[in-house]
């Protein structure tokens, strides 16, 4: 009697463990990344690991090498779809060339939960992001009140493609244009979010432009790009960038960088996970989950509620 209660114990053991299984092979949920060379994209997956942990989910997390290989990116989303996911996390480096395969998504009944960065349609079921247009506007704010509301400014973005990159050079041209008359946007350019070709364009800048007064980077990869041009070249001017990680930390606590505006990418990894996973229940979800952003500099970057969402 005893060995066959034990053997039952040890069959419901098994059966258990295989549905475990299987259930984990079942809520298996990719996401596609914009990239995977920021500290930014590093805490984003932080985030997302962690809610796969507490809602007992299975993820992945990838992205090209850099932020200007939409095909790559293409590839993977494709990839990713080729695997029958339960549900799919995007963040977009180009808001319109990944359409079709969203379309492939939709029709397959698989919930795309965009992130970072939205997509030109109605298919993700939510987009969880930092409200890019009103960050940039801080940015914008903060940049007028550094160089005396008047004189020149220009802009290194990553890109025109991603929504991302649309919205923060949008929020930042718009409020100067709106409130502060006396500033001139001399230079929009962009650098694919990469600090080697954002440090020449922002050189590029530099010298064309001598009485600049300032220069906003608008992702870590321009950021940075900025600041290394300001250094090599020996130039005094007012740098506020976006996002953080270390080498923008080191840049704002030297004074090299005026400051910048943090995003909260773990909690962005986070909400994508749980948004997909409240789909796959059949729950509502918002248009936009909006995960919140700061402004920090010099008198604030170690105030527990910012360091809480800056990255190395």
Known sequence: MKRRAVNLAAALAATLGLSGVAMAQETYIPLVSKGFQHQFWQAVKQGADQAAKDYKVRVTFEGPETEAMVDKQIDMLSAALAKKPAALGFAALDSKAAIPLLKKAQAAKIPVVAFDSGVDSDIPVTTATTDNKAAAALAADKMAELIGKSGEVALVVHDQTSRTGIDRRDGFLD?????????????????????????????????????????????????????????????????????????????????????????????????????????????????????????YDKSNIADPKIAAVLYD
């Open 175 to 295: 409020r100067m244009k709106s409130t502060y008359p006396n500033i001139k946007i001399v230079s929009v350019q962009y650098g694919g979010g990469d600090q080697l070709k954002s440090t020449e364009i922002a050189k590029s800048i530099l010298q064309a432009s001598p009485n600049l007064k300032g220069m906003f980077g608008a992702n870590e990869g321009s950021a940075i790009g900025v600041v290394n041009a300001a250094k090599e070249t020996k130039r005094k001017i007012v740098i506020v960038g976006y996002d953080s990680g270390k080498q923008q930390k080191d840049a704002i606590k030297d004074g090299t960088m005026a400051g910048a505006i943090t995003q909260n990418p773990v909690g962005i990894g986070y909400k994508t996970v749980e948004a997909a996973v409240k789909a796959l229940k059949g729950e509502t979800l918002p248009k936009v989950i909006d995960t919140g952003f700061y402004w």
